[in-house]
Every structure is written in C-alpha cells, then in structure tokens.
C-alpha cells in the first residue's frame, strides 16, 4: 500500500511540474519605461541588424541624424517634442517626422503601461508603437493591427542623452 502511495505521489509531481511551460519566453515590459524614456534626448542611429522577423529597419538620411526627440510625461497630457537638428531635410514623405508629427514640433500620444506602446494623436485606431528601452537604446517598432492594411512594421533606432 504505501508503494501505491508513493508510486502516485511521483506521477502526481511529475505531471505538475511537465504543466509549467518554462520554454516560451515572456516579453516583460519593465515598468519604468516612462522614466526611462522620460530621462533621456533621443538621437536617430542607423543598426546594421539583420531582423528575422517582418520588421524593416528604418534608412535614415544624413538631415536626419542630427534631430532629437524628448517625450514628457504628465498626469493629463504625453507629448513627444520634435527638435530639427542644423541640416534640414527636404520634402520626403514616409519619414519618420512626417508620420508623427505632421508638420509640427510636438505630438500627443497615450502610453500603454501593460503593453509598453504608444499611440499618437494622429494615428489611426490599428496604429501603434512598441517602445523597446534598453538603457540609452530606444527601439520603436511601428505596429498595425488591421488585417486589410498592407503595412511593412518598420524599426526606428535611438541612442539617447541624458536629459538635462
């Protein structure tokens, strides 16, 4: 009898420990993304990283790399400023600054605590950002959650400064 039990007492561990999927990877959202974004001025870099994935690194032009970017935080309004650096860039729609901001300096945007996105004013609804910190590198990842849309995700790459 007490064989039995033991014998049922093994299975019974082994079939709790074989429910625990300890293989899939969990992407954790560190929860001071704010901060962290908060913290520094963000610079435009090129990556030379080949993506397995659907992503499409974004080409930067040479007007581009000397443009910074800040995001501020506040209880009722988020907002992402646009400094242009010396060489301004002529018309090339598509670009980054003409996505999100639409010819201004600033844009709003709403944060997504639980997801690490971002949304800006002029999005459309199935538009987002993943914003990836990893010390002073930023990655935005352009998402769109439409299954009609034919949108390439692009990766946009950032060094930052730390804000003064």
């Not at 501020?72 to 999100?100: H, M, P, S, W, Y």
């Not at 709403?110 to 990655?139: C, H, M, P, W």
């Not at 439409?146 to 390439?152: K, M, S």
Request: with cysteine; hydrophobic share 35%.
């Amino acid at each position: 009898m007490i064989k039995k039990y033991f014998c049922g007492v093994a299975i019974l561990a082994l079939f709790s420990n074989c429910s625990e999927d300890s293989g899939t990877p969990i992407l954790e959202i560190p929860k001071d993304v704010q901060k962290q974004l908060g913290a520094y001025v963000w610079y435009h870099i090129t990556a030379d990283i080949k993506d397995e994935n659907e992503y499409a690194n974004y080409k930067l032009l040479d007007c581009e790399m000397d443009n910074s970017y800040h995001f501020l935080f506040q209880e009722n309004l988020n907002q992402l400023n646009f400094d242009q650096g010396t060489k301004v860039c002529k018309a090339n729609t598509g670009r980054f600054e003409q996505i999100v901001f639409k010819k201004k300096n600033s844009s709003n945007f709403t944060f997504n605590k639980e997801r690490g996105t971002i949304k800006f004013e002029d999005q459309d609804q199935y538009s987002s950002y993943l914003a990836v910190v990893n010390g002073d590198k930023l990655v935005l990842a352009s998402q769109n959650n439409n299954p009609a849309a034919n949108a390439v995700p692009v990766k946009y790459y950032f060094k930052g400064v730390k804000a003064q």
